[in-house]
């Protein structure tokens, strides 16, 4: 059986169109490709990397069963069969570890590789980095904007799948998210679940104060949702209920105007003494409407489709690309899609106050001040290290938000300095002469 | 071990703590549920049916293994993991075939089954559903606008993780794009693959004709990529290969100025007397774009990230909802969110012309005049007929498209008239008239 999230067929064709032709030119020689995006969305100050643990586990167990080889034999010659029955990905990662803060055209992962290796990852490489990394990014901006709000990822049906659905929970966890609403994501990354009830339940009962009754028997201390009816009558109902001795821990309010129901409900309840009772919104939320939510009794919201999709922009403008082979730098010049070639690392200065001020983009062999952000990961196939608790990234990431200067943590635009050393800049010059005079 | 994209776990929590308390409440009796699309986004004049088939699956596979129920026990008590221990799906589907053009509010499944069951399949049927669809309808766009030329899914490495990027590969072909990239995609569903080269096969070659050479003895008939330096350049080279007597079926265009590079391509190859080779374009490609490179010279386009994305609408705003309970009609009255009640039923009315001409929404207890657009597809938990071949599926929504109106197979705003039956809106009246006093 071929399992889809595992397999190498996981590919673009022209990886394997590529791979046979480098086997018949015998060019096995090394290959760097670098991952980074091109330029930051608009509504994006910076970026996070994630989804480097899945990439690793991809590249670590990568292989090829049976059904795999006999499809690929009815496309492609016996060589090349044979070059993949034994193949093993043998080559080296460097990368910013998960939760690194980035910006445009600083690579946040680089494979060293022979290069029918180092080409055959490349598609599923991009589809984990880009994704997980897009989630993370959008995810970090409510993060920033919520404070010390419960932020609970609701967004498995309009993810893109189940494997959108799984990362999208990982990634927003990674950013600073409480958890998910998603039971599987709880059970493969060990990361808190939350759930309250959904307006079916209320409907498929005769009345809304039995089902809610109903639902607090079976879950103390759970969150009943108010809104399906009538949002203030709903309120009430839980204030009854409560002076039944029934334990209720939140009310959740999915539709209408938030923040006037908040208030309201709030109102009723802390009348009714009921202070500690929470409230928690849904419905359609992203971090602007966050942000206008902030001055209303809220204490939490749950964020789906907005959040697993990068509503506002679903993908990166992001590229693998081949920054050297056999020792030479290469560099892509079409129009609009020009690359810095060559091995690259990232030296990030701060102020005295702990506050990030400047990056430097330069060559991997340069020694420039700061703290270099790309390390190694993997060296001939194999992990350096241990896989890293999420809960351990996660925690990381809240560091380097504090490393933020403030107007990058708002959601209006703000620059910020990523330098070409000067290096790099010759370098590039060079690889262009050699590339006029080599057409 | 957990199978990520079959097991039951891929659900919200919510599902759990509801079926606890139904099991609790012995709330067992049957439940109709709908899928259903509230609004359609601003840039689709109508919607696409699809992931029907992979709904079906997930429901007649659906079962608890060890590991699931080993997490489930530590969160839920033991009647609910002795309720699951042998669980499985037996309700029914009715549902709109794949392919089938639909509007707001018009069910495309239904699920009729006690109430635990139908309820805890919801998350991940509309994952599936929701997305599926959403790609399919974007794929329509182009198709329509592209008429008879090649259109073919690059969208891999930008989709959200591995499913997306096969049922991307799925949805468009089923809509009527001519393949996909993505190689396990064809592996899996038996549908056309296209696979070209990189340019970081030509830039690992000291020379781009020494690259273009290789790739075209490995594979005689193949597409060259010839922007990574200088297209025209590039054009000049093919000519070169092709007198030295090697096949070469086509060239790539992937940067700058389609429209202009395709010209001047096509002149420089004509006037060599190339005029077999066709022109192959890509690169940020959507719809639109499509529309204004018509009246050029390219003969197919690889699209990408818009399409496997739905970048313009990333997401659906669809909902399963429940319509019935015990033989009772229930109906969400949440601000902005009001929903029909009961089990519904689509009659589409045809012109003269065989013309779509207007749907009637109304109760499947109803006879309208029309096609019946919904009709059974499980019983009982168990599939009623054989899958139907995806190429038979694509051809189906290839006539749907005949039945299309002219001015909704444009890219601009078309409206279509979705008539409420009286029979509808009188069950509204009295399920709200009855919630009243149920308040």
Same mark, same amino acid.
């Given at each position: 059986m071929i399992d889809p999230l595992a397999s +190498?067929?996981?590919?673009?064709?022209y990886e394997y169109t590529m791979l046979q032709t480098y086997l018949e030119q015998n060019m096995e020689q090394t290959a760097v490709f670098e991952f980074f995006v091109r330029r930051l969305p608009e509504n994006r100050n910076f970026l996070v990397a994630a989804g480097l643990d899945q990439a690793l586990d991809f590249l670590q167990n990568m292989k090829y069963g049976e059904e795999e080889l006999a499809w690929l034999s009815m496309h492609f010659p016996a060589h090349v069969i044979e070059y993949l029955e034994n193949f093993r990905f043998t080559g080296d990662v460097h990368a910013m570890p998960e939760g690194t803060i980035f910006f445009r055209n600083e690579p946040i992962l680089r494979v060293t590789a022979p290069l029918p290796q180092a080409q055959l990852v490349e598609s599923r490489l991009m589809n984990l980095i880009n994704f997980e990394t897009l989630i993370a990014s959008k995810a970090a901006r409510s993060v920033l904007i919520a404070k010390d709000r419960l932020l609970v990822d609701f967004g498995l049906r309009r993810a893109h799948g189940a494997e959108a659905g799984m990362l999208a929970a990982r990634a927003s966890y990674l950013a600073?998210?409480?958890?998910?609403?998603?039971v599987l994501a709880g059970a493969l990354y060990a990361m808190p679940v939350f759930g309250t009830m959904a307006h079916s339940f209320v409907q498929a009962h005769e009345s809304e104060i039995a089902a809610f009754e109903h639902f607090a028997r079976s879950h103390p201390g759970s969150t009943l949702l108010i809104d399906t009816y009538d949002v203030e009558e709903a309120a009430k109902k839980v204030i009854a209920l409560s002076r039944k001795g029934l334990s209720i821990r939140s009310v959740r309010i999915d539709s209408g105007d938030l923040a006037r129901h908040a208030e309201n409900v709030r109102k009723i309840l802390d009348d009714a003494?009921?202070?500690?009772i929470s409230i928690f919104a849904s419905g359609s939320l992203d971090e602007t409407r966050l942000e206008d939510l902030l001055?209303? +009794?809220?204490?939490g919201f749950g964020i789906g489709t907005s959040l697993v999709t990068s509503g506002d922009c679903p993908w990166l403008d992001c590229a693998y690309k081949l920054q050297e082979y056999a020792g030479r730098p290469c560099r892509k010049r079409s129009e609009g899609k020009a690359t810095w070639p060559g091995r690259k690392q990232v030296f990030r200065n701060f102020d005295s106050n702990g506050k990030m001020n400047g990056d430097v983009l330069t060559l991997d062999s340069d020694n420039q001040e700061g703290e270099a952000l790309i390390i190694p990961f993997m060296k001939e196939g194999k992990r350096l290290e241990e896989r890293i608790p999420l809960q351990e990234i996660r925690q990381k990431t809240l560091e380097n938000y504090e490393t933020l200067p403030d107007n990058l943590k708002r959601l209006e635009f703000a620059p910020y300095s990523v330098e070409i050393s000067d290096l790099l800049t010759e370098l590039a010059e060079s690889v262009d002469r050699r590339g006029i005079t080599s057409l």
């Amino acid at each position: 059986m071929i399992d889809p999230l595992a397999s +190498p067929l996981l590919a673009d064709l022209y990886e394997y169109t590529m791979l046979q032709t480098y086997l018949e030119q015998n060019m096995e020689q090394t290959a760097v490709f670098e991952f980074f995006v091109r330029r930051l969305p608009e509504n994006r100050n910076f970026l996070v990397a994630a989804g480097l643990d899945q990439a690793l586990d991809f590249l670590q167990n990568m292989k090829y069963g049976e059904e795999e080889l006999a499809w690929l034999s009815m496309h492609f010659p016996a060589h090349v069969i044979e070059y993949l029955e034994n193949f093993r990905f043998t080559g080296d990662v460097h990368a910013m570890p998960e939760g690194t803060i980035f910006f445009r055209n600083e690579p946040i992962l680089r494979v060293t590789a022979p290069l029918p290796q180092a080409q055959l990852v490349e598609s599923r490489l991009m589809n984990l980095i880009n994704f997980e990394t897009l989630i993370a990014s959008k995810a970090a901006r409510s993060v920033l904007i919520a404070k010390d709000r419960l932020l609970v990822d609701f967004g498995l049906r309009r993810a893109h799948g189940a494997e959108a659905g799984m990362l999208a929970a990982r990634a927003s966890y990674l950013a600073g998210f409480s958890g998910t609403a998603t039971v599987l994501a709880g059970a493969l990354y060990a990361m808190p679940v939350f759930g309250t009830m959904a307006h079916s339940f209320v409907q498929a009962h005769e009345s809304e104060i039995a089902a809610f009754e109903h639902f607090a028997r079976s879950h103390p201390g759970s969150t009943l949702l108010i809104d399906t009816y009538d949002v203030e009558e709903a309120a009430k109902k839980v204030i009854a209920l409560s002076r039944k001795g029934l334990s209720i821990r939140s009310v959740r309010i999915d539709s209408g105007d938030l923040a006037r129901h908040a208030e309201n409900v709030r109102k009723i309840l802390d009348d009714a003494g009921l202070h500690e009772i929470s409230i928690f919104a849904s419905g359609s939320l992203d971090e602007t409407r966050l942000e206008d939510l902030l001055d209303s +009794p809220i204490n939490g919201f749950g964020i789906g489709t907005s959040l697993v999709t990068s509503g506002d922009c679903p993908w990166l403008d992001c590229a693998y690309k081949l920054q050297e082979y056999a020792g030479r730098p290469c560099r892509k010049r079409s129009e609009g899609k020009a690359t810095w070639p060559g091995r690259k690392q990232v030296f990030r200065n701060f102020d005295s106050n702990g506050k990030m001020n400047g990056d430097v983009l330069t060559l991997d062999s340069d020694n420039q001040e700061g703290e270099a952000l790309i390390i190694p990961f993997m060296k001939e196939g194999k992990r350096l290290e241990e896989r890293i608790p999420l809960q351990e990234i996660r925690q990381k990431t809240l560091e380097n938000y504090e490393t933020l200067p403030d107007n990058l943590k708002r959601l209006e635009f703000a620059p910020y300095s990523v330098e070409i050393s000067d290096l790099l800049t010759e370098l590039a010059e060079s690889v262009d002469r050699r590339g006029i005079t080599s057409l």
